[in-house]
């Protein structure tokens, strides 16, 4: 299995940015899978994911502001954040679960400037 994430970059506070997430070697229709977040120092977070019954949920800091999605064949995971804050400002990983484990992609930098 491996993930390829992408669509992070430099964006002014109050914009947005859409992430996006690939796989190989499986699928996100069918697994619990999500976006999570990382800042120098500081533990890795979950910021948005569906749970393995297709729920969803989401930080409260990012509610409201934060879509998680997938393409209907369940290739791709997105993520569209709009009203970006400077603290959104991290790495962001996809994430899948599949064969008893998580798989992770590589990160994606998103910068959100005041």
């Known amino acids: 299995v491996q993930l390829q994430a992408s669509g992070g970059g430099l964006v002014q506070a109050g914009g947005s940015l859409r992430l996006s997430c690939s796989v190989s070697g499986g699928t996100f229709g069918y697994n619990a899978a999500g976006w999570y977040r990382q800042t120098p120092g500081k533990q890795r977070e979950m910021v948005a994911a569906f749970r393995a019954d297709r729920t969803v949920n989401y930080a409260d800091s990012v509610k409201g502001r934060f879509t998680i999605s997938r393409d209907i064949r369940g290739n791709t995971l997105y993520l569209q954040m709009n009203m970006l804050r400077p603290e959104d400002t991290a790495v962001y990983y996809c994430?899948?679960?599949?064969?008893?484990?998580?798989?992770w992609g590589q990160g994606t930098q998103v910068t959100v400037s005041s």
């Open positions: 994430k899948l679960f599949r064969l008893g484990r998580d798989w």
